[in-house]
């Protein structure tokens, strides 16, 4: 157990329809981070918020948003469906800095969503 | 545009020997490079970093090479175990400013170590 906890662990939905999906980060981590990995696709970076606040913004449709909540948890919100969104959404969390040994940031990751559209 | 490529999408090895998982970058601007091991139905775990400052990093079985000339890191694992058997992520690190921060992935190489 990463600390990290995601929710559902699946989810199957019909195109057109909009599901949300849940983060709670590791106790003491203010950083949260979205991640989707499409099949033959490496982890596509989204959306960065840091206590609250949106950090950093990747390869993240406008169908598709984030927020991030007093109590740190995170959702993002996916909507209009489409079959290409069928992919492995990862939640992440981090302190921010000095975390890992050499002093690099490390991601400490959930089991992830599975989200399968049809 | 794929700034962090791993070229080989899996490879095989033989318990105790030497498995070499190889990386290469675009952005000289990458400050640190991760390596991450993942399991299936798992997220993704931290394995090894090392800094940009460093050629080498070395964490029991495990040792990253940096070779900022040729933007390449490698990841050696000795000896391979069958555990070891897993999908390994390359990643790269840029900090631009305060708490923003990103870190790029490669498409993984999935390790099989055979006994």
């Known amino acids: 157990d990463s600390g990290v906890t995601q929710t559902p662990k699946h989810l199957i939905t019909a195109t057109g329809q909009r599901v949300t999906l849940r983060c709670s980060p590791r106790s003491g981590d203010l950083s949260v981070y979205w991640y989707q990995q499409s099949l033959d696709q490496g982890l596509q970076f989204l959306i960065q918020y840091y206590n609250g606040e949106e950090r950093a913004k990747g390869n993240i449709l406008e169908r598709f948003s984030a927020q991030q909540f007093p109590d740190l948890h995170s959702e993002l919100n996916l909507s209009s469906l489409e079959l290409g969104d069928s992919a492995l959404y990862f939640c992440a969390s981090s302190v921010v800095f000095g975390q890992g040994s050499s002093g690099a940031n490390v991601l400490t990751f959930g089991a992830g969503s599975r989200l399968t559209v049809l | 545009d794929q700034q962090v490529k791993q070229n080989s999408p899996s490879l095989s090895v033989q318990e105790g020997r030497i498995s070499i998982l190889n990386c290469d970058y675009t952005?000289?601007?990458?400050?640190?490079f991760l390596w991450y091991k993942k399991y299936p139905a798992e997220g993704p775990t931290f394995l090894i970093s090392i800094s940009s400052i460093k050629d080498k990093n070395e964490d029991g079985r495990f040792t990253v090479f940096l070779n900022k000339s040729a933007k390449h890191l490698s990841l050696h694992i000795v000896p391979s175990q069958p555990g070891d058997s897993a999908v390994y992520f390359c990643?790269?690190?840029?900090?631009?400013?305060?708490?923003?921060?990103?870190?790029?992935f490669g498409k993984g190489t999935l390790l099989t170590v055979n006994p």
């Open positions: 990643a790269a690190s840029r900090r631009s400013g305060g708490s923003n921060y990103k870190l790029t």
């Open positions: 952005n000289s601007m990458f400050d640190y």
